[in-house]
């Protein structure tokens, strides 16, 4: 009698091994509105939530960390991912919205100098890894499958150091500041246009799923928010540095193309979240990558209010508050969503 096959039955992975790479969206967001709340004079739910934001950071580091070394397999084959690679550079952005929280909300201007430092590195440590690879991979996916809307954070995380570096330049008096914040708003406007160009060919071209976690269209409206903070800090900051002074004008025009591009795709947000939601029918449950939805809009008020200030422009003053409201709606809706998740299904709150 012959014997019968063994079934097998898959072991599903932990929740650490699966653990989401882009989860500092969550510090990204929350430190953002923080900043935001600060800034239009809510400096008790500014400070609240720069501690939350604070804890959600060392929690992240500290599981980020176990992950690279319990299972430094999945976090190499996540980092050097076309789908994947990118979404590790919300530590870059994490770290610096964090120095910037620490600036501008407390004070602390010698941790918000530490912070931006460690960014510049994560910066190199995290952002090559994943560009080397999708470059010079030998087997590469067709692009409706490969680019996503963590492509965009390529300029989130080179903004993000352009915006710290452009508050500390007036401090510390070093023209290396100044310069490294000025090189890296270029830069970032000239990775967004490069990315912008394939996903826009992504979203005429191919077919955009309801079901995907993250539209792409959430982190291309933060990457160009983010565009128009970094440009009004080194407006704010150009009276104190002579480098400054001489890119004030190019900076100022590239200021406003870059809020005016975040305002156009502001109603292609809410039209995305409508056909999803509504015309598909997609549940909505809990998944980290609605930080990314949290995060434009904070930035877009945070953004708005200083631009408003560096080009003089009261007729804008309006905007900062109504989306700051919406921000806040946004960031409790999604920390209630977290909070239940974590209640109610906690290995799903990880991945």
Request: glycine share 8%; hydrophobic share 55%; net charge neutral.
């Amino acid at each position: 009698m012959s014997e019968l096959p063994h079934e097998t039955t898959s072991i599903p992975d932990p929740p650490l091994a699966r653990f989401f790479p882009g989860y500092f969206a969550f510090v990204m967001a929350t430190g953002v509105v923080a900043l935001g709340c600060s800034a239009l004079g809510v400096a008790g739910a500014g400070e609240v939530l720069y501690v939350v934001a604070a804890a959600g950071y060392v929690v992240i580091a500290a599981l980020t960390l176990a992950r690279l070394l319990r299972y430094p397999d999945r976090f190499r084959a996540d980092l050097l991912s076309h789908a994947k690679g990118f979404a590790f550079t919300t530590a870059v952005a994490a770290t610096e919205v964090m120095g910037t929280s620490s600036a501008l909300v407390f004070g602390w201007w010698t941790l918000a100098t530490v912070l931006w430092v460690v960014g510049v590195a994560l910066w190199v440590v995290l952002l090559y890894p994943p560009l080397i690879a999708v470059v010079l991979r030998v087997d590469k996916p067709e692009i409706g499958v490969g680019i996503n809307g963590t492509w965009f954070l390529l300029t989130v995380s080179t903004q993000s150091i352009s915006v710290l570096g452009a508050l500390l330049a007036p401090r510390l008096q070093n023209p290396l500041v100044a310069f490294v914040a000025v090189t890296f708003f270029g830069l970032g406007m000239l990775l967004y246009v490069v990315v912008m160009t394939m996903v826009f060919t992504r979203w005429t071209f191919h077919r955009l799923s309801p079901d995907e976690e993250d539209p792409p269209i959430w982190i291309a409206a933060g990457a160009v928010a983010i565009t128009t903070l970094a440009g009004s800090n080194l407006l704010l900051g150009a009276g104190a540095d002579p480098l400054l002074q001489r890119v004030a004008p190019a900076v100022e025009l590239l200021t406003l193309m870059a809020w005016a591009t975040a305002t156009f795709w502001l109603p292609l947000m809410v039209a995305i979240g409508v056909w999803r939601h509504v015309v598909h029918r997609v549940p909505l449950r809990y998944h980290p990558s609605y930080w990314s939805l949290v995060f434009p809009i904070g930035m877009y008020s945070l953004a708005t209010a200083r631009m408003r200030t560096a080009l003089d422009l009261g007729f804008l003053a309006w905007v900062p508050p109504v989306a700051l409201g919406w921000a806040l709606l946004a960031w409790l809706a999604t920390f209630a969503g977290l909070v239940h998740t974590l209640v109610r299904r906690p290995e799903e709150a990880v991945r």
